[in-house]
C-alpha cells in the first residue's frame, strides 16, 4: 500500500506548550482522509506542517515516500491546498489572481482556470474583484486555486464552510469527482460531520493536539451500534412494557419521549405490535445506527490523551 502521507511523532510546541503532541498518521494514496476535531485541536497545524508552512518541533514527515526536510519545496507542485481563511489580493480579478497562482506554480494551461471556476460554480465572475465576493464565493475561489494544477494531493481546510446547501453538496460531487476521476488523493477538515460522513474513506479524529483515532470509514461504521428508536410521550410505561412483557433489559431513555433498544434480536415489529396491545401511544419507531456525528462527539468527551 502506498502512502501519500505518513508522519510519525509530529509534535509542533509554541512558547513552551504542545499545540500538536505525537501525532502518527497515515493519508494511503487515492483517498479521502476525513480529519476532525474541534476548534483548537491542531487541524490546521498539522495542515500547515505538510506544506512546509511551519516547521515541526520534533517528529519526521513523509511525503510521497520521501522525507520533508527544511528546505523541501519541489514537492508544493504536487500539492493543492486552501488553509484557513482564504487570501487574494483584492484588487486584482478573480482571473487575474488564478493567472498570478498559476504563473509562480509554474503551471501552464489555457483552459486550466476556467475549466477550475466552472467546476466549483464560477463560471460568470472572473471578472469580478474577490472583495466583491461573498464568504461562499470567496471559499469557492480558494477551491479552484487548489484544484486548478490538478495536484496529486488535495488539503482543503474547513472548504464548505461558508456555502449554502446546494453548494455544500456541489462540493461534495466536486470532492468525489476529483478522487475518482483525476485520482486525487484528498484531506478534508470539516465541522459538518456528516458531509465527511459521505465522502470520507479513513477517518482521523484529534482531540487536544493529539490523535485519538485513525480508521477507516467502514471499520467504524461496521463499529457502531444498531438500534430501535422509540419515540412516545408516554416514555415511562413503554419502558415497563419493555422489561415485563418483552424481557428486554438493553434500552436507553434518551431523552423526554426517546428510547434506544439495542436489543435488535426483537423483531421492531413485535415490539412495536406489544406497545400498541399495551395501549401506548407510539409516534415514531425506526431502525438506526449511530451516525459519525454522534461517535465523533462521544470520542471527544470521553477520551482521554494517550502518551
Do not use: W
Amino acid at each position: 500500500m502506498n502512502f501519500v502521507v505518513q508522519t510519525r511523532n509530529l509534535t509542533k510546541t509554541y512558547q513552551g506548550h504542545d499545540v500538536v503532541t505525537n501525532v502518527t498518521m497515515n493519508i494511503r494514496q487515492g483517498e479521502i482522509y476525513g480529519f476532525l476535531g474541534p476548534n483548537g485541536a491542531g487541524k490546521s497545524t498539522i495542515m500547515k506542517m505538510l506544506t512546509n508552512m511551519i516547521k515541526p518541533s520534533h517528529g519526521e514527515i513523509t511525503l510521497f515516500g520521501k522525507p520533508l526536510k527544511h528546505d523541501s519545496f519541489e514537492f508544493l507542485k504536487r500539492i493543492g491546498s486552501m488553509i484557513e481563511y482564504p487570501i487574494f489580493y483584492e484588487k486584482m480579478t478573480a482571473l487575474e489572481n488564478l493567472e498570478l497562482h498559476c504563473a509562480y506554480m509554474g503551471y501552464h494551461d489555457p483552459n486550466g482556470i476556467r475549466e477550475a471556476l466552472e467546476q466549483v460554480g464560477l463560471e460568470n465572475v472572473e471578472n469580478k474583484r474577490p472583495k466583491e465576493f461573498s464568504l461562499g464565493m470567496r471559499q469557492r475561489l480558494c477551491v479552484a486555486r487548489a484544484i486548478i494544477t490538478k495536484p496529486e494531493f488535495l488539503i482543503l481546510d474547513e472548504p464548505i464552510n461558508g456555502l449554502d446547501p446546494a453548494g455544500i453538496k456541489a462540493m461534495r460531487q466536486l470532492f468525489k469527482m476529483l478522487n475518482k476521476e483525476y485520482g486525487m488523493t484528498l484531506l478534508i477538515s470539516s465541522h459538518i460531520i456528516g458531509e465527511i460522513e459521505q465522502i470520507a474513506d479513513t477517518i482521523g479524529v484529534i482531540k487536544s493536539g493529539r490523535l485519538i483515532e485513525e480508521e477507516p470509514m467502514d471499520t467504524i461504521k461496521a463499529r457502531n451500534t444498531e438500534y430501535i428508536e422509540i419515540v412516545t410521550s408516554q416514555q415511562r410505561k413503554a419502558a415497563m412494557v419493555l422489561h415485563d412483557k418483552l424481557g428486554i433489559d438493553n434500552f436507553k431513555v434518551i431523552d423526554e419521549q426517546g428510547i434506544r433498544v439495542y436489543a435488535t434480536d426483537v423483531p421492531q415489529s413485535t415490539i412495536s405490535k406489544t406497545l400498541i396491545l399495551e395501549d401506548i401511544n407510539i409516534e415514531s419507531i425506526d431502525r438506526k445506527r449511530t451516525t459519525l456525528e454522534e461517535y465523533f462527539i462521544k470520542k471527544v468527551e470521553l477520551d482521554q490523551p494517550v502518551n
